[in-house]
Structures are given as structure tokens and as C-alpha cells.
């Protein structure tokens, strides 16, 4: 389902010889250099410049605070076709991309993973197949976005119905954190990839468990906590219809643990299993 179409990078939206704009946010000052090869790392790695934006002063229309879900399975691979300030002028930053199988059905609000993070659809073209979503900067930093430029492949997935089998496991598209590739070898034709992630994520992590890896529901092969490491394989039909392997060592991946872990976790902390009287 990789999807085949050369995007050429916009290169109007971010002029090198452009000065640095400055915009509120949040009543707060905020000035953005345009002039890096990347322009979002230089956006948003200084993260001194921000506050935690409420849901009312995020820049994007269509915000849909609604939680919803999604299996991990990746429907196709998308490709950045544009990154930019959103033209209202707003001083939000948004995202074009390229799609098929996503824009079947789409409509404006709708939530779609990108790369395992949840966002919302804020506009949408079928015949130049792409769509659009919107930036938060609290997004840029917490997640393996802020590494994506013009002609990146991003793994796209829409947000479960009723109806849909559930193929992978319950991924919400909160990122948890972000991992680091250490290590990428091949084994046959599967590929081992080993990923080191701070301790908060990796302790919900164990052998066999589920871990969303920039949204591909996979299975944790080994723990290497005195690495502060993991690993999975991806098999080769895998390796064919996501973007991890795109991906080198040194490059960042969106981490979603296993929410029933995060469950656990809050039960025993507050003191929970403290009440429990054995019979």
C-alpha cells in the first residue's frame, strides 16, 4: 500500500532568506527562525519559548477533544507533502499529506495516527489526494514529528468503528515518549531493531508485550534494562508496508505503551492492593 507519488518540497513556505516571525501564542511571545534546512526542529527544540497550550488556545479549527482508538495496524504509507504556517494566519503550524486509502472516507474532525500520533483532520483534498492537519508545539516536542521535512513517509491509520477488527491492540495515538534506533540487522529476511527509550517508558515494557512503535502494534521480543533498551523483528511483509525501516540508527520513534499497563501501575501506586485481604 506504500504509496508511490513524488512529492516535490515547497520551498516557498519557508524562504531561507526569510527573518524570524514572531507571533503570540498563549499571550506569550514566541519568535521562529525559518531559516534551517528543518524547519520544525528549529521551531520547537528550545523549549523554553512555550507553555502547555489548552485545548482552546490550540491554532488548528476542528479540534476534537473526543478520545479515540485505534488497533496499530497500518492502512498505507503516506508521504509530507507540505509544512508549513497555516494559511488563516493564526500562527499555528500544519501539515499536508499525501493519501489514498485514508481520504475513502474522510471528513473534516475526523482522527487519523500519524506516525501513532492522533491527529485531526483539518481540511482534506480527494482529487489532489492529500489531507491536512494542524500542529500543536507541545505535539512537536513530545514526539518524533519534529524530525519529518517534505517527502518523509509517515504510517497512517484512521480511528476505529464499531464494526472494525481489531487486528493489532488498543493504541490511543498518545505518545508516551520517544525511542531512539540503536541498532538495525537483518536476520533472513526479518529485521531486528533494537530501540533505547528513558526509564518511564521502558519499565511498562516486557517480553511479549505490546508496544506501539510509531503506530505499528508489535510485539517486544527482549528488555535490556541495563541498556535501557528493547527490541522487536519486523517480518518482511512488515517491513514493506511501514516506515520504520525507512528509518536509521539514530533517528527517533513514537513510543505508546500498552495502556493496561498505565492501569496497573496507578492501582498499585495508590495503594490499591494495600486494601485486598487474602481469604
Known amino acids: 500500500m506504500a504509496v508511490s507519488n513524488h512529492f516535490s518540497a515547497i520551498s516557498s513556505t519557508f524562504p531561507k532568506s526569510s527573518p524570524p516571525k514572531t507571533f503570540i501564542t498563549n499571550q506569550q511571545r514566541i519568535r521562529f527562525n525559518l531559516s534551517s534546512r528543518n524547519p520544525v526542529q528549529n521551531l520547537f527544540y528550545n523549549a523554553k519559548f512555550f507553555q502547555k497550550p489548552s485545548i482552546q488556545s490550540l491554532p488548528y479549527p476542528n479540534y476534537n477533544p473526543v478520545r479515540n482508538l485505534f488497533t496499530g495496524i497500518v492502512e498505507e504509507m503516506g508521504e509530507i507533502k507540505q509544512l508549513g504556517y497555516a494559511e488563516d494566519g493564526g500562527g499555528g503550524f500544519e501539515m499536508k499529506i499525501s493519501g489514498n486509502v485514508i ?14 500520533t492522533c491527529l485531526t483532520v483539518t481540511e482534506f483534498d480527494k482529487k489532489e489526494s492529500d489531507f491536512s492537519v494542524g500542529l500543536a508545539p507541545e505535539t512537536l516536542r513530545k514526539t518524533s514529528l519534529i524530525e519529518l521535512e517534505p517527502g518523509s513517509r509517515v504510517n497512517l491509520e484512521r480511528a476505529l468503528l464499531p464494526s472494525t477488527r481489531m487486528g493489532g491492540h488498543f493504541v490511543q495515538g498518545h505518545v508516551d515518549g520517544t525511542g531512539e534506533i540503536v541498532s538495525l540487522e537483518f536476520e533472513g529476511d526479518s529485521l531486528w531493531v533494537k530501540v533505547k527509550t528513558p526509564p518511564e517508558v521502558l519499565k511498562f515494557l516486557v517480553p511479549k508485550g505490546f508496544i506501539a512503535v510509531d503506530g505499528t502494534s508489535l510485539t517486544v521480543c527482549k528488555v535490556f534494562d541495563d541498556e535501557e533498551c528493547f527490541n522487536f523483528m519486523l517480518v518482511a511483509y ?3 508496508n511501514v516506515v520504520i525501516p525507512l528509518k536509521k540508527v539514530g533517528q527517533k520513534v513514537n513510543l505508546e505503551v500498552d495502556i493496561l499497563g498505565k492501569y496497573v501501575e496507578r492501582l498499585l501506586h495508590s495503594g490499591f492492593t494495600s486494601n485486598i485481604t487474602p481469604k
Do not use: F, R
Not at 103 to 116: A, T, Y
Open 103 to 116: 481520504l475513502e472516507d474522510v471528513k473534516l474532525g475526523d482522527s487519523i495516527s500519524v506516525n501513532g
Open 238 to 240: 512488515t517491513q514493506q
